[in-house]
C-alpha cells in the first residue's frame, strides 16, 4: 500500500517510531555471517576429521579405535549412539556405522570397537591397515538408541550379540562413572569364550557396582578369563525369566545381528513384553534377504542385473546386495549414515523396474507413493533405472 | 597442502599451485590457455600419474572434456569469483573429473547448451521448503529452465515428516488454513489446483477448531463454524452476550474490508469507505478485543490461535489473528493424509513433470552478484551455475549475509533488517503411543492447553529454557484426523510449545540432550494433568528444540516463521523484494510464516520472474 494511504490510518505515526527505535538500537545483522553454520558444526557436523589416538586390541578379531579431533572440541553425543565413518577405496566411496563405545562424558575422544566381519571391506581395513595417526572421516554422532528418561525408566535390560555390545558399553560406562540412578542386566551372547569382547572391564565393573548385573551367554562350551558365571546357549525366553525376575515395567535394549533380533524379540513377546518396552538398535543389511518374507521365489541372490543412473552407463547389480553396495561399487557417491533403511539419507527416485525391500524400512508415505526409495535398503529384483 | 588431504584434487590443484610467482587469480588465469592447448593433459599424467595411469583413455578423455568444459565460462567470461574461493572451486571441480569421473555427473551436470560450460538456467530457487517449492512448480509449469536447491536430503523444509519404529511424525503441518472445498473455495485452493497437487492429495477437513484448557479449569470447544462459535461464547459468556454479537459483526466487515483494500487493490481507499480497516489495521489484537469485551477469560479463549502466529495478542497486530481466525472458520481447518510431507512431494513431482532439476543435499554456499545483479549461485560442492533470478527461500538473514554477502549489498538492506527481531521457533515432542485415541482419552485434534498466567506471561516463558507452570502448549493428536500414520490400535501425536532459542545457545553442549529431556517430561507432565496416563503409553519419542530446527532449516534461531510479525513488521513497512536485481525471497523471512502464507509467497515470487522473463 502506498505510504502517503497508509499515512492517514490510525497509529501510522506511533508504529514509525516504533521503526525507528528498532532501527536504531536493534541487531546489524551482518555480524550473522557464518553464525548459523557454526552452531550446526558444533552439534551436528556434516564432516568430521578425526585421527587414531590409539589402537586398543580387544580380542583376536575386535579391535578398539580411540578417536580424537586435532583440530576442534568432539560433538557430543548420547550413549548409544554411532559415528558414521565415510571411507574410500579406489573408485568406491563408502560409509559404515560403528556404534560409540566410550562414554559421552568422556570428551576428549571417541572409542569404536570394531570387530572382523568375514571378507568385510572395512572391517578388514580398520582391523589389518589402519595405524595410530592416521585420519578417518565421519559424519557426526547420530542414531535414536538412547535412554529416554522421560519414559524409559530405570530398570534396564542389555541384549547384546558379539559386536553389538559396542553401545552398551558406553550406556554402562556411562552409568556407572556418574553414578545414574539405573540398574542394568547386561546380557551378552557370543559364540566362543574368546570373542568375548570387554569381559575383563565387565567383570569389574559388576562385581564393583551392585546395579549392574553381567550375564554371559555362550553358544560353544569354553572357559572365560577371568573366570565368571556364564550360561549355555541362547538367549532363551527360560533365561530371561530367570535373569530378569519380574519382567514388568523394565526396558529391554537389544543390539546385534539381525538373527538376535528376530529371536530375542520372539521370546519377549512371548513372555508378554509389549513392544513399547522393546527397543531394538539399527545393524545394516542382513546377511540372507532372500530369506525374509515377500522375498519372490524365482529370484537367487546371485541374480545379477543393471541398474542405469539416469545419464551414465549401466553397472551391474547383484539381487542379494543392496541398491547402495552395487551404486557405491559402480562409483557413484551416495550420501549415507545408517545403512539400514532408518535415516533416508540415501534416499533415489526409482525411475522404472521393482526392488525388494525388507519390512524394517522406515520409508515416508509421501515416499512410497512418489517412488523413492532408500537405497540402504532396497535390493534389485530386475533391470532398474533410477536417479540419484 | 591441501593436495594432499584431497587425492581427487591433485591433477588440477597441482597446477594452478606449480606455477611460480604468480597470485592465485592470474595463475589460474593463466592456467586456462594451456588447457585449451591440450598442455594440461601432459600436466594430469605428470602431477597424478600413478592414479591416471589406471584409467582408460577413454575415461580420461572423457573427463577431460568434461573438465573443459567445466572451465570455460571462466577464461570467457571471468564470473567475478572470490580469489580466495577459486582453488576451492577448481578442487572440487577437478574431483569430478578425476579416477571418479562418474561420482560427478550423477545429476551433478546438466548444461544447458554445449559452448557455455556449467549449468546455466533461467531462474535458481534455494531451498525447497513451502514458498521454494510453490515458486519452482510454477516456474516449471510456466516453461522456464529451473534449478532447485535443497540442502536436506528430502523436499519441504518444515512440510515434512520422519518415521521412528511403527510411526511417521508430521513435523510443522497442524491445521492447514485458506484451502476450503470445491463449493466453498479458498484463497489456496487455486494455488493447489494450479499446481496440479490438488487431485494428488487427500485432504481431510476438520470440523473442529479447538479445544482449549484453560489455567482455571475453563474448558472449551470451538466448532468450525461462524453461528456455531457466536453461539458457543455467547452461552459461556452471557455477560458479553451483545458483545459478542457486534464483535462478530465487525469482523467479518473488517475481512472484507481488508480484502478490497490488500487483495482487490482499491486504488484510491478513504475512511469513509474503510472505516474499520482505517482505525484497526494497525493495532494489536489486545487493543481491539478491549474496545469489544471486559472478560479476560474470553479474550483468552479466543485468541488461542496466537501460538500459529508468534506473539501474544498485546503483541500480536489485530489484521492477522483477525484473517487467521476467519480463515479457519469460514474455510475450516483442513488435514493432508500423509502430511505436509506429501504436500511437499507432490509439489517436487510436479516440478520434475515440468522438467525442472532438483538437486538434494546440495545447498547454496554463494549468490553471486555483479553490479547490482545476480548472475548464479555457486553449491556448496563449489559447482557454479548461471542464472539471471534467484528466488531463495533461506532466510532473509542467510541470504544476505551468508549467500551474497554485505559488499554486494546495499546499506539499506542491512539497515531495514535492524528494525526485526528473530521470530520464535518451538520444542516439539513427538509421540507415539500403543494405544488408540480413545483408549487414551484424547478427544479433539487440536487441544490448546494455557499456562496458569496471562497470555503475556506465557509469550515470556518462551524466553526462558524448559517448560514452565506459564508455559501454553498445543496438544494436536494427528491419528484423529489420519489413521495413517501408524498402524491401527496406535496413536500419533505432537505436543509443542514456542520457544525462542537464545536460551538454548547458553546450554552447554554435553547439557544438550538432557535439557531437551527435562523440556519434554515437564510438557508431559503439563498434557498428562489434561489426559492422564498418557506417558505410561508412550512407544516412541523424539524432541525436537529449537538448535534441531536451525539444523535442519539452516535458519538463525531455528526461527521457523521468520522475523517477528509485529505490525512494524508488516508487509506494508518493509519491502519484500530485495535491492538486488534478480534477487527474491519466498517463504517465511520474505513476508511472514505459515503454512498458507509461505505456499502463497512462492507463487508470488515466481510470477514476479515470470514478469521479468516476459511471460
Ligand atoms: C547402527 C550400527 C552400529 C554398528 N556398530 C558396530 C560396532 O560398534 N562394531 C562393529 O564391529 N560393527 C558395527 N556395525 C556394523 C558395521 O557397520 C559394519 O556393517 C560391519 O563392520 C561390516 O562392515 P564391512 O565393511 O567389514 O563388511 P561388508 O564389506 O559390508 O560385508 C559384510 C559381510 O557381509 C557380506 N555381505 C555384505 N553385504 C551382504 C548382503 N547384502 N547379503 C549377504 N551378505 C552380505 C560380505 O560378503 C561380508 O561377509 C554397526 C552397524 C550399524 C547399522
Ligand atoms: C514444529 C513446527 C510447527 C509449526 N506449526 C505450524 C502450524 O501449525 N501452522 C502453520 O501454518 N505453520 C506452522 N509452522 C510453520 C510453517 O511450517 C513454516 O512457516 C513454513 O513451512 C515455512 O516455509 P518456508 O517456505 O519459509 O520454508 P522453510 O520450511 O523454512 O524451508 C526453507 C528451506 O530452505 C532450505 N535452505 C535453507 N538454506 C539453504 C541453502 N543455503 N541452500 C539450499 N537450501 C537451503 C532449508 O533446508 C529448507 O528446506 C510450524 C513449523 C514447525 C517447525
Ligand atoms: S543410509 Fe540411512 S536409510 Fe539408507
Same mark, same amino acid.
Given at each position: 500500500?502506498?505510504?502517503?494511504?497508509?499515512?492517514?490510518? *490510525?497509529?501510522?505515526? *506511533?508504529?514509525?517510531?516504533?521503526?525507528?527505535?528498532?532501527?536504531?538500537?536493534?541487531?546489524?545483522?551482518?555480524?550473522?555471517?557464518?553464525?548459523?553454520?557454526?552452531?550446526?558444526?558444533?552439534?551436528?557436523?556434516?564432516?568430521?576429521?578425526?585421527?587414531?589416538?590409539?589402537?586398543?586390541?580387544?580380542?583376536?578379531?575386535?579391535?578398539?579405535?580411540?578417536?580424537?579431533?586435532?583440530?576442534?572440541?568432539?560433538?557430543?553425543?548420547?550413549?548409544?549412539?554411532?559415528?558414521?565413518?565415510?571411507?574410500?577405496?579406489?573408485?568406491?566411496?563408502?560409509?559404515?556405522?560403528?556404534?560409540?563405545?566410550?562414554?559421552?562424558?568422556?570428551?576428549?575422544?571417541?572409542?569404536?570397537?570394531?570387530?572382523?566381519?568375514?571378507?568385510?571391506?572395512?572391517?578388514?581395513?580398520?582391523?589389518?591397515?589402519?595405524?595410530?595417526? *592416521?585420519?578417518?572421516?565421519?559424519?557426526?554422532?547420530?542414531?535414536?538408541?538412547?535412554?529416554?528418561?522421560?519414559?524409559?525408566?530405570?530398570?534396564?535390560?542389555?541384549?547384546?550379540?558379539?559386536?553389538?555390545?559396542?553401545?552398551?558399553?558406553?550406556?554402562?560406562?556411562?552409568?556407572?562413572?556418574?553414578?545414574?540412578?539405573?540398574?542394568?542386566?547386561?546380557?551378552?551372547?557370543?559364540?566362543?569364550?574368546?570373542?568375548?569382547?570387554?569381559?575383563?572391564?565387565?567383570?569389574?565393573?559388576?562385581?564393583?557396582?551392585?546395579?549392574?548385573?553381567?550375564?554371559?551367554?555362550?553358544?560353544?562350551?569354553?572357559?572365560?578369563?577371568?573366570?565368571?558365571?556364564?550360561?549355555?546357549?541362547?538367549?532363551?525366553?527360560?533365561?530371561?525369566?530367570?535373569?530378569?525376575?519380574?519382567?514388568?515395567?523394565?526396558?529391554?535394549?537389544?543390539?546385534?545381528?539381525?538373527?538376535?533380533?528376530?529371536?530375542?524379540?520372539?521370546?519377549?513377546?512371548?513372555?508378554?513384553?509389549?513392544?513399547?518396552?522393546?527397543?531394538?538398535?539399527?545393524?545394516?543389511?542382513?546377511?540372507?534377504?532372500?530369506?525374509?518374507?515377500?522375498?519372490?521365489?524365482?529370484?537367487?541372490?546371485?541374480?545379477?542385473?543393471?541398474?542405469?543412473?539416469?545419464?551414465?552407463?549401466?553397472?551391474?547389480?547383484?539381487?542379494?546386495?543392496?541398491?547402495?553396495?552395487?551404486?557405491?561399487?559402480?562409483?557413484?557417491?551416495?550420501?549415507?549414515?545408517?545403512?539400514?533403511?532408518?535415516?533416508?539419507?540415501?534416499?533415489?527416485?526409482?525411475?522404472?523396474?521393482?526392488?525388494?525391500?525388507?519390512?524394517?524400512?522406515?520409508?515416508?508415505?509421501?515416499?512410497?507413493?512418489?517412488?523413492?526409495?532408500?537405497?540402504?535398503?532396497?535390493?534389485?529384483?530386475?533391470?532398474?533405472?533410477?536417479?540419484? | 597442502?591441501?593436495?594432499?588431504?584431497?587425492?581427487?584434487?591433485?591433477?588440477?590443484?597441482?597446477?594452478?599451485?606449480?606455477?611460480?610467482?604468480?597470485?592465485?587469480?592470474?595463475?589460474?588465469?593463466?592456467?586456462?590457455?594451456?588447457?585449451?592447448?591440450?598442455?594440461?593433459?601432459?600436466?594430469?599424467?605428470?602431477?597424478?600419474?600413478?592414479?591416471?595411469?589406471?584409467?582408460?583413455?577413454?575415461?580420461?578423455?572423457?573427463?577431460?572434456?568434461?573438465?573443459?568444459?567445466?572451465?570455460?565460462?571462466?577464461?570467457?567470461?571471468?564470473?567475478?569469483?572470490?580469489?580466495?574461493?577459486?582453488?576451492?572451486?577448481?578442487?572440487?571441480? /577437478? %574431483?569430478?573429473? +578425476?579416477?571418479?569421473?562418474?561420482?560427478?555427473?550423477? +545429476?551433478?551436470?546438466?548444461?544447458?547448451?554445449?559452448?557455455?560450460?556449467?549449468?546455466?538456467?533461467?531462474?535458481?530457487?534455494?531451498?525447497?521448503?513451502?514458498?521454494?517449492?510453490?515458486?519452482?512448480?510454477?516456474?516449471?509449469?510456466?516453461?522456464?529452465?529451473?534449478?532447485?536447491?535443497?540442502?536436506?536430503?528430502?523436499?519441504?523444509?518444515?512440510?515434512?515428516?520422519?518415521?521412528?519404529?511403527?510411526?511417521?511424525?508430521?513435523?510443522?503441518?497442524?491445521?492447514?488454513?485458506?484451502?476450503? &472445498?470445491?463449493?466453498?473455495?479458498?484463497?489456496?485452493?487455486?494455488?493447489?489446483?494450479?499446481?496440479?497437487?490438488?487431485?494428488?492429495?487427500?485432504?481431510?477437513?476438520?470440523?473442529?477448531?479447538?479445544?482449549?484448557?484453560?489455567?482455571?479449569?475453563?474448558?472449551?470447544?470451538?466448532?468450525?463454524?461462524?453461528?456455531?462459535?457466536?453461539?458457543?461464547?455467547?452461552?459461556?459468556?452471557?455477560?458479553?452476550?451483545?458483545?459478542?454479537?457486534?464483535?462478530?459483526?465487525?469482523?467479518?466487515?473488517?475481512?472484507?474490508?481488508?480484502?478490497?483494500?490488500?487483495?482487490?487493490?482499491?486504488?484510491?481507499?478513504?475512511?469513509?469507505?474503510?472505516?474499520?480497516?482505517?482505525?484497526?489495521?494497525?493495532?494489536?489484537?489486545?487493543?481491539?478485543?478491549?474496545?469489544?469485551?471486559?472478560?479476560?477469560?474470553?479474550?483468552?479463549?479466543?485468541?488461542?490461535?496466537? %501460538?500459529?502466529?508468534?506473539?501474544?495478542?498485546?503483541?500480536?497486530?489485530?489484521?492477522?489473528?483477525?484473517?487467521?481466525?476467519?480463515?479457519?472458520?469460514?474455510?475450516?481447518?483442513?488435514?493432508?493424509?500423509?502430511?505436509?510431507?506429501?504436500?511437499?512431494?507432490?509439489?517436487?513431482?510436479?516440478?520434475?513433470?515440468?522438467?525442472?532439476?532438483?538437486?538434494?543435499?546440495? %545447498?547454496?554456499?554463494?549468490?553471486?552478484?555483479?553490479? =547490482?545483479?545476480?548472475?548464479?549461485?555457486?553449491?556448496?560442492? +563449489?559447482?557454479?551455475?548461471?542464472?539471471?533470478?534467484?528466488?531463495?527461500?533461506?532466510s532473509r538473514i542467510t541470504t544476505y549475509a551468508d549467500l551474497i554477502g554485505r559488499?554486494?549489498?546495499?546499506?539499506?538492506?542491512?539497515?531495514?533488517?535492524?528494525?526485526?527481531?528473530? %521470530?520464535?521457533?518451538?520444542?516439539?515432542?513427538?509421540?507415539?503411543?500403543?494405544?488408540?485415541?480413545?483408549?487414551?482419552?484424547?478427544?479433539?485434534?487440536?487441544?490448546?492447553?494455557?499456562?496458569?498466567?496471562?497470555?503475556?506471561?506465557?509469550?515470556?516463558?518462551?524466553?526462558?529454557?524448559?517448560?514452565?507452570?506459564?508455559?501454553?502448549?498445543?496438544? &494436536?493428536?494427528?491419528?484423529?484426523?489420519?489413521? =495413517?500414520?501408524?498402524?491401527?490400535? &496406535?496413536?500419533?501425536?505432537?505436543?509443542?510449545?514456542?520457544?525462542?532459542?537464545?536460551?538454548?545457545?547458553?546450554?552447554?553442549?554435553?547439557?544438550?540432550?538432557?535439557?531437551?529431556?527435562?523440556?519434554?517430561?515437564?510438557?508431559?507432565?503439563?498434557?498428562?494433568?489434561?489426559?492422564?496416563?498418557?506417558?505410561?503409553?508412550?512407544?516412541?519419542m523424539e524432541i525436537s528444540s529449537p538448535i534441531t530446527h536451525l539444523r535442519y532449516?539452516?535458519?538463525?534461531?531455528?526461527?521457523?516463521?521468520?522475523?517477528?510479525?509485529?505490525?512494524?513488521?508488516?508487509?506494508?513497512?518493509?519491502?519484500?523484494?530485495?535491492?538486488?536485481?534478480?534477487?527474491?525471497?519466498?517463504?517465511?523471512?520474505?513476508?511472514?510464516?505459515?503454512?498458507?502464507?509461505?505456499?502463497?509467497?512462492?507463487?508470488?515470487?515466481?510470477?514476479? /520472474?515470470?514478469?521479468?522473463?516476459?511471460k
Amino acid at each position: 500500500m502506498k505510504q502517503e494511504i497508509l499515512q492517514q490510518f *490510525d497509529g501510522y505515526q *506511533d508504529v514509525m517510531k516504533e521503526i525507528e527505535a528498532a532501527r536504531k538500537f536493534g541487531t546489524d545483522y551482518a555480524g550473522f555471517k557464518g553464525r548459523v553454520a557454526a552452531w550446526i558444526d558444533r552439534y551436528h557436523p556434516a564432516r568430521l576429521t578425526l585421527r587414531i589416538g590409539d589402537i586398543l586390541e580387544e580380542t583376536a578379531s575386535t579391535r578398539t579405535l580411540r578417536l580424537v579431533a586435532p583440530d576442534r572440541p568432539l560433538p557430543p553425543f548420547q550413549a548409544g549412539q554411532y559415528l558414521a565413518l565415510a571411507l574410500r577405496f579406489g573408485q568406491v566411496r563408502t560409509g559404515r556405522p560403528y556404534s560409540i563405545s566410550s562414554s559421552p562424558r568422556n570428551t576428549g575422544y571417541y572409542d569404536i570397537t570394531v570387530r572382523r566381519v568375514p571378507d568385510g571391506l572395512v572391517s578388514g581395513h580398520l582391523l589389518d591397515h589402519v595405524r595410530v595417526g *592416521d585420519a578417518l572421516e565421519s559424519a557426526g554422532p547420530a542414531g535414536t538408541f538412547v535412554h529416554n528418561p522421560v519414559f524409559h525408566g530405570n530398570a534396564l535390560v542389555y541384549i547384546a550379540g558379539g559386536s553389538g555390545i559396542a553401545p552398551f558399553m558406553s550406556m554402562i560406562r556411562e552409568t556407572l562413572d556418574c553414578g545414574l540412578d539405573r540398574d542394568i542386566l547386561l546380557l551378552y551372547g557370543n559364540r566362543a569364550a574368546d570373542d568375548v569382547i570387554f569381559h575383563a572391564e565387565l567383570t569389574r565393573l559388576a562385581s564393583r557396582f551392585e546395579n549392574f548385573r553381567y550375564v554371559p551367554v555362550l553358544e560353544e562350551r569354553g572357559a572365560l578369563n577371568p573366570p565368571w558365571p556364564c550360561q549355555k546357549g541362547y538367549i532363551t525366553r527360560d533365561l530371561l525369566r530367570e535373569a530378569v525376575g519380574d519382567l514388568t515395567c523394565r526396558m529391554f535394549y537389544m543390539c546385534g545381528p539381525a538373527a538376535l533380533y528376530d529371536f530375542c524379540r520372539r521370546e519377549l513377546e512371548a513372555l508378554g513384553v509389549p513392544p513399547r518396552r522393546i527397543r531394538q538398535e539399527a545393524y545394516g543389511p542382513p546377511n540372507h534377504i532372500s530369506q525374509y518374507p515377500g522375498w519372490p521365489e524365482a529370484v537367487t541372490e546371485d541374480a545379477t542385473f543393471r541398474v542405469t543412473v539416469k545419464g551414465s552407463a549401466p553397472i551391474p547389480a547383484h539381487a542379494g546386495e543392496t541398491l547402495l553396495t552395487a551404486l557405491e561399487r559402480g562409483g557413484f557417491a551416495v550420501p549415507s549414515q545408517c545403512r539400514s533403511g532408518e535415516c533416508s539419507l540415501c534416499r533415489v527416485r526409482l525411475v522404472s523396474g521393482a526392488v525388494y525391500q525388507p519390512p524394517t524400512v522406515l520409508l515416508r508415505a509421501a515416499d512410497r507413493r512418489f517412488g523413492y526409495i532408500h537405497s540402504c535398503a532396497a535390493y534389485p529384483l530386475e533391470d532398474l533405472c533410477v536417479e540419484v | 597442502m591441501a593436495a594432499r588431504t584431497a587425492p581427487e584434487a591433485v591433477p588440477l590443484f597441482a597446477i594452478v599451485a606449480g606455477l611460480p610467482g604468480k597470485t592465485e587469480k592470474s595463475a589460474f588465469l593463466t592456467l586456462v590457455p594451456p588447457v585449451l592447448t591440450g598442455e594440461v593433459v601432459w600436466c594430469i599424467l605428470f602431477t597424478g600419474c600413478i592414479r591416471l595411469m589406471r584409467m582408460r583413455l577413454a575415461e580420461l578423455l572423457e573427463g577431460l572434456v568434461e573438465l573443459l568444459e567445466w572451465l570455460s565460462p571462466w577464461a570467457e567470461r571471468r564470473v567475478p569469483c572470490s580469489v580466495r574461493r577459486l582453488p576451492w572451486a577448481v578442487r572440487r571441480g /577437478v %574431483g569430478r573429473v +578425476g579416477p571418479v569421473g562418474r561420482v560427478g555427473r550423477v +545429476g551433478r551436470m546438466k548444461p544447458m547448451d554445449k559452448e557455455r560450460v556449467m549449468s546455466r538456467y533461467d531462474v535458481i530457487v534455494v531451498g525447497a521448503g513451502n514458498g521454494g517449492l510453490t515458486a519452482a512448480a510454477t516456474l516449471a509449469k510456466a516453461g522456464v529452465a529451473t534449478l532447485l536447491l535443497e540442502r536436506h536430503s528430502v523436499p519441504g523444509g518444515c512440510a515434512t515428516s520422519f518415521c521412528r519404529g511403527r510411526f511417521e511424525f508430521e513435523v510443522a503441518l497442524h491445521q492447514l488454513s485458506g484451502l476450503g &472445498t470445491a463449493e466453498n473455495p479458498g484463497p489456496l485452493r487455486a494455488v493447489f489446483e494450479g499446481l496440479e497437487v490438488l487431485d494428488q492429495l487427500d485432504l481431510i477437513v476438520m470440523e473442529e477448531l479447538y479445544r482449549t484448557v484453560g489455567p482455571d479449569g475453563m474448558e472449551l470447544t470451538l466448532t468450525a463454524d461462524r453461528n456455531a462459535v457466536i453461539a458457543e461464547l455467547q452461552r459461556r459468556f452471557p455477560h458479553e452476550k451483545e458483545a459478542i454479537a457486534a464483535f462478530f459483526e465487525f469482523l467479518a466487515a473488517f475481512f472484507m474490508e481488508v480484502v478490497g483494500l490488500f487483495y482487490l487493490k482499491d486504488p484510491a481507499p478513504s475512511r469513509d469507505s474503510y472505516p474499520r480497516a482505517f482505525s484497526c489495521l494497525l493495532k494489536t489484537t489486545q487493543e481491539v478485543l478491549d474496545q469489544f469485551f471486559k472478560d479476560p477469560v474470553l479474550c483468552r479463549a479466543l485468541t488461542a490461535y496466537w %501460538g500459529y502466529l508468534g506473539l501474544p495478542p498485546r503483541r500480536m497486530p489485530f489484521v492477522d489473528w483477525a484473517m487467521m481466525f476467519l480463515a479457519y472458520i469460514e474455510y475450516k481447518p483442513q488435514h493432508i493424509r500423509g502430511g505436509s510431507q506429501m504436500l511437499s512431494a507432490a509439489l517436487a513431482d510436479t516440478f520434475l513433470k515440468y522438467g525442472g532439476v532438483v538437486r538434494y543435499n546440495c %545447498g547454496a554456499a554463494r549468490i553471486v552478484v555483479r553490479d =547490482g545483479q545476480v548472475e548464479g549461485v555457486v553449491d556448496d560442492q +563449489g559447482e557454479l551455475h548461471l542464472a539471471k533470478h534467484v528466488i531463495s527461500n533461506a532466510s532473509r538473514i542467510t541470504t544476505y549475509a551468508d549467500l551474497i554477502g554485505r559488499e554486494h549489498l546495499p546499506d539499506a538492506a542491512f539497515a531495514e533488517m535492524r528494525g526485526s527481531s528473530i %521470530g520464535a521457533s518451538a520444542v516439539t515432542v513427538y509421540a507415539g503411543f500403543d494405544q488408540s485415541p480413545d483408549a487414551l482419552g484424547i478427544t479433539h485434534t487440536t487441544t490448546f492447553i494455557g499456562g496458569c498466567g496471562s497470555q503475556d506471561e506465557e509469550y515470556e516463558a518462551t524466553r526462558r529454557l524448559g517448560c514452565h507452570d506459564t508455559t501454553g502448549l498445543a496438544l &494436536t493428536c494427528y491419528t484423529r484426523m489420519d489413521g =495413517g500414520f501408524s498402524p491401527p490400535g &496406535t496413536t500419533q501425536a505432537a505436543l509443542i510449545m514456542l520457544q525462542y532459542a537464545d536460551p538454548w545457545f547458553k546450554v552447554p553442549p554435553e547439557q544438550y540432550a538432557a535439557e531437551k529431556y527435562k523440556a519434554a517430561d515437564a510438557m508431559l507432565a503439563r498434557a498428562e494433568a489434561v489426559y492422564p496416563g498418557l506417558r505410561d503409553h508412550l512407544e516412541e519419542m523424539e524432541i525436537s528444540s529449537p538448535i534441531t530446527h536451525l539444523r535442519y532449516l539452516g535458519h538463525p534461531g531455528g526461527a521457523f516463521y521468520g522475523f517477528d510479525q509485529h505490525v512494524k513488521d508488516s508487509a506494508s513497512f518493509v519491502s519484500p523484494k530485495p535491492p538486488v536485481d534478480g534477487l527474491y525471497l519466498a517463504g517465511a523471512w520474505a513476508t511472514s510464516g505459515g503454512f498458507q502464507p509461505t505456499l502463497d509467497s512462492g507463487v508470488r515470487a515466481a510470477r514476479q /520472474v515470470l514478469k521479468q522473463l516476459g511471460k
